[in-house]
Structure formats: structure tokens, C-alpha cells
């Protein structure tokens, strides 16, 4: 049994805090191990580790062997239907030396809890966001783009659709026309401060069920910038070689800009 009776109403049992807290420590672990290093009886560590996962609070990183997410970011997820003793559960978490990293890939479900993050990545940036993103999520999104932009937060914006030229750093597409159909439905990238990302597609007309993914994992948001950075190119590339045209004087400050940027 647990060594101690948390008394948190935050939804989670002691079981789930002990089993959270003992991945903290050490990780990966399969619920053999969780079981032999918090005394959660097996049977239950098993059950405990699905149910952490449903809630995204663990993730598999690989076949039965489980990690946790960071604290910050469960203490965030927690926040919104929980305030009540949260407090007490941070004081916890902060007394607990070992800290889970951000190596993993995490998991968003829903178009509303996806915006929720964008928007707080939005928030939180101090230099640099690429984006791409079509106008269903751009009329969400760029009031607070331009916000951030306003205080100084240079914004790349790749628009997946005609749009009105919003920020200083903005280009269309140049396959607007065909991705959509191609992919399913419509695709979502935002890179903050070469540091994180949230990225992936809303599935058309299920949007609500669709998977989104975010991490501070460092390929992954290398990976996923130069993606976004390389469509200004594939705009750049559109424009003087298949239709033939010069670039004008703002665009050709957008090419200088973002070739330099690496």
C-alpha cells in the first residue's frame, strides 16, 4: 500500500499520485516495477498505469513501459477542472529531486484543447513563432499572433489558404489548392522560441476527435521549424520558376530574412 494519504480532490486516487510520483523517480518503468518501488499492489499498478494514460498523465514509450508527464505540464492540465489543493500537489512535486524531460512526444485530443495550448505557446513567446495553418484556426489564433508581433515577436506565417496579409512575414501556400483533399482535412503547425511545437491535422469532421501532438523535444521541434521554413522557399521557388515572376521588394525582404534564419 502507498506509504501516505494525499487528500488531493483533484481527481486523481493515492494509488495514481504514488504510482505518478514513483515514475518521476525512475522511468521507463512497466507496472511490475511501479508496483515493487511504490507498494502498489500489482493488480493494481497495471490498472492504475491504463488509467493514468487515458488521461495523458502517463504515456507509453514503449509496449507496457510507462513515463510521466512533465510536472508543469500536469500541473496545467490539472488546473482547469481542479483548482482545489493543487497547491498541496505542487509542494509535493517540488520536493521531489528527480524531474521527468521533455524526450517525449505528448498527445493532445480535441480541436478546442489544441487551440487552448496554441494559445498559451502564443502567450508565452518571446522571439520567434512560425506557423501554418488554415483560416478555420487562424481566426482563433491571430488576434493573439498579432498581439505578439506588436510586442516585438517576429511572426512567420505560412497562410494554407488565400488570406489577407496580416503580419509582416506572411506568404500563401502555393498548393492551397490540393492539400486539404490530399491530406483528410486541414494541417496545423506552431513553432515557439526553437523551443516547442504543436503540430498535426484535424481530421475533416472530426475535428473533436482528432490527435494533435506536442513536445519540447528537440529533433522534433528542429524537424518541424525547418518544415515550416522551407514552404517560404517552396513559395519563393513557386513564384520565379513555375509562374515566372519576380519577387517583389517586400518579398525578396522576406526570402533574405528567412534564408539567413537557421
Known sequence: M??????????????????????????PLNGSQVSRLSGIPRARAYEVLRTLKQKGIVAESSEG??????????????RTGYEKD?????????GNNAQAGYDYIWT??????????????????????????????????????????????????????PASEVFELQV????????????GGRSFDLVVDHNEILGGLFITGQENRSVIYW?????????????????????????????NQSLNPHEKSIYDLIRKDS
Open 215 to 243: 513536445g519540447k523535444n528537440r529533433w522534433f521541434v528542429v524537424t518541424g521549424r525547418d518544415s515550416i521554413r522551407h514552404d517560404f522557399f517552396h513559395y519563393f521557388l513557386h513564384k520565379t520558376y513555375t509562374l
Open 172 to 183: 500563401i501556400h502555393p498548393d492551397y489548392e490540393t492539400i486539404e483533399d490530399s491530406l
Open 2 to 27: 502507498p506509504s501516505k494519504h494525499f487528500s488531493l480532490n483533484i481527481g486523481l486516487s493515492d494509488y495514481a499520485i504514488t504510482a505518478y510520483m514513483t515514475l518521476l523517480k525512475e522511468h
Open 86 to 94: 493543487l497547491d498541496t500537489l505542487q509542494a509535493l512535486l517540488k
Open 65 to 78: 513501459m510507462y513515463i510521466p508527464l512533465p510536472p508543469k505540464e500536469l500541473i496545467k492540465r490539472l
Open 108 to 161: 493532445i485530443q480535441g480541436h478546442a484543447a489544441a487551440m487552448e495550448k496554441a494559445r498559451e505557446m502564443i502567450e508565452g513567446a518571446l522571439e520567434e513563432i512560425y506557423v501554418r495553418m488554415y483560416p478555420e484556426e487562424g481566426q482563433l489564433l491571430d488576434p493573439l499572433l498579432k498581439k505578439a508581433e506588436t510586442e516585438g515577436v517576429r511572426v512567420k506565417y505560412i497562410a494554407m489558404r
